[in-house]
């Protein structure tokens, strides 16, 4: 027998095509060596969750959904479930001209947004990137808005739009308790922030303080958004049926509209909210503990926020890369890899990027990239080793797509038996570098929310800028809903008048 039959009966052959079982995830994969292949799968087994345990996984995030819109529960809830006072979806009859400012780091945008009712479009006018020099994300709160007011007062000049008082829409990405759709306490800063004054402090106010300050131009309404429901309202104009939004990019969070008489913390019985689950935090109180592997619990320790985002940390963008990397080094100790050796690349935290695992996952390219980044990261690599990163790293992004997929269907079923449908159809929009620009993250998480919701049919739809054209959407929603209520308040005194009247002529 020549050695290229040899080969060909002792490894597994290619099939880029995953398979959803009972019990687990398969790719087949060529030039792996079957005794190789059995060594690589002790490793990964941990990884590979079965329909089953996403099942399990499912029900237990149900349990800590209602445990987040619960008004005494609420506080010791590790999924937090915040009320985000946006109390409908589009259902196009929004028009006219907003405003919307985008702050969740270094920079901030400022956008001029039409909606257009004829055309059914959200359309960016003209948008302007302002940045945030170091000593202001360390200065005082005053500092940074005025700042941004400046920033907001230029850009409205070089549209001519100063004369006008348009709405606002705020996307203001920090940890903030939402107290009215106008109206955000800021709990803490993040990303490198600790400007003084600020929190706990009412950020629409001060931006508002602000403006006034200079007393050149006005605001009209101000909603506040966050970027989750930013991208369900974005993709809510086109298709109307859509009530739930979702992240899978740096980090990972979804929104979904909920019935309000199920949010204790909320006053009212009728209608719907928008609620922010914050997912990110599902497990913090320990209930994932027997999914999460070795890797996972390195991770975690050595993140800046231990024992925080559990969820997020098994799932997102941020960590994904990581948790590869601290396979591959194992893997290499063990001799099962490299030759039994690593590089100073390797070693390094951080030094394996998230974005190679969707290089390395290309259909067509990925073995040629695999080989390339292992060159980059000073590797001794062989034919074998390519392949063999090539299934790690689709291991750990088929996990992650798959305990989304287990969070999704919670939330679409929970939609569906909230309304006592038997079937519910409806819509997601999605955003995020990992759902966007993987090769089949998308594929993979469609699939499995089929199995895992049978009773839903859901349509995918990629949002469109959700935290520019979905923050001014928000506005336009919440302008509508006060126009009806002021109409409504107007009819009601008639009605009045019109019971006075009976009653004198009677």
Excluded at 317 to 337: H, P, Q, S, W
């Amino acid at each position: 027998m020549s050695n290229m039959e040899a080969n060909s009966n002792n490894s597994i052959q290619i099939s880029k095509k995953r398979k959803m079982s009972g019990d687990t995830s398969t790719l087949h994969l060529d030039g792996i060596p079957l005794d190789t292949l059995s060594e690589v799968e002790k490793y990964l087994e941990p990884f590979r969750l079965s329909l089953e345990k996403l099942k399990e996984v499912s029900v237990r995030l149900k349990k800590d959904l209602i445990r987040g819109l619960g008004k005494h529960s609420h506080h010791r809830a590790a999924v937090k479930m915040l009320p985000t006072f946006v109390r409908a979806t589009p259902d196009g009859t929004e028009k006219g001209d907003y405003l919307a400012l985008d702050l969740g780091g270094t920079n901030f945008r400022v956008l001029y947004v039409r909606v257009v009712e004829e055309q059914q479009k959200v359309v960016k006018m003209d948008s302007k990137i302002c940045s945030i020099p170091q000593e202001m994300m360390l200065g005082t709160g005053e500092q940074l808005f005025d700042h941004i007011a400046q920033c907001l007062g230029e850009f409205l000049e070089s549209q001519d739009l100063k004369g006008q008082t348009l709405p606002l829409g705020f996307t203001f990405s920090f940890p903030c308790e939402q107290k009215e759709i106008d109206k955000s306490i800021l709990i803490r800063w993040t990303k490198g922030f600790s400007c003084s004054g600020v929190e706990g402090q009412d950020v629409v106010k001060l931006l508002k303080e602000a403006i006034h300050r200079r007393g050149d131009y006005d605001i009209g309404s101000v909603a506040m958004v966050n970027d989750t429901v930013g991208t369900m309202m974005s993709c809510g104009y086109r298709d109307q049926s859509c009530e739930i939004g979702m992240i899978i990019g740096t980090g990972t969070n979804a929104c979904y509209m909920e019935e309000i008489k199920n949010v204790k913390r909320v006053e009212g019985e009728d209608g719907r909210m928008c609620i922010n689950t914050e997912w990110g935090g599902f497990g913090d109180d320990g209930s994932l503990k027997d999914i999460l592997t070795e890797f996972d619990e390195v991770v975690d320790q050595t993140s800046i926020n231990p024992g925080v985002h559990t969820f997020e940390k098994m799932i997102s963008g941020m960590y994904l890369g990581e948790i590869v990397r601290l396979l591959l080094v194992k893997m290499a100790e063990d001799k099962l890899l490299f030759k039994g050796e690593t590089s100073e690349a390797l070693l390094t935290p951080g030094q394996f990027e998230t974005k190679y695992i969707s290089e390395i996952e290309e259909p067509d390219s990925g073995l040629e990239n695999a080989q390339k980044i292992l060159t980059a990261l000073g590797l001794n690599w062989d034919p074998v080793d390519a392949c063999v990163v090539r299934l790690v790293c689709d291991t750990i992004s088929s996990r992650s797509a798959r305990l989304c997929a287990a969070a999704l269907a919670t939330i679409s079923n929970r939609i569906r038996v909230n309304r006592g449908l038997d079937h519910l159809k409806t819509t997601v929009g999605v955003d995020g570098t990992v759902y966007r620009k993987h090769p089949n993250f998308s594929e993979e998480l469609q699939a499995a929310v089929r199995l895992l919701a049978p009773k839903c049919d859901i349509t995918f739809l990629v949002s469109e800028d959700g935290s520019g054209k979905g923050a001014a959407m928000v506005t336009a929603v919440a302008q509508r809903i006060a126009l009806q209520s002021r109409l409504l308040e107007d009819s009601d005194g008639e009605d009045e008048e019109d019971e006075d009247e009976d009653e004198e002529d009677k």
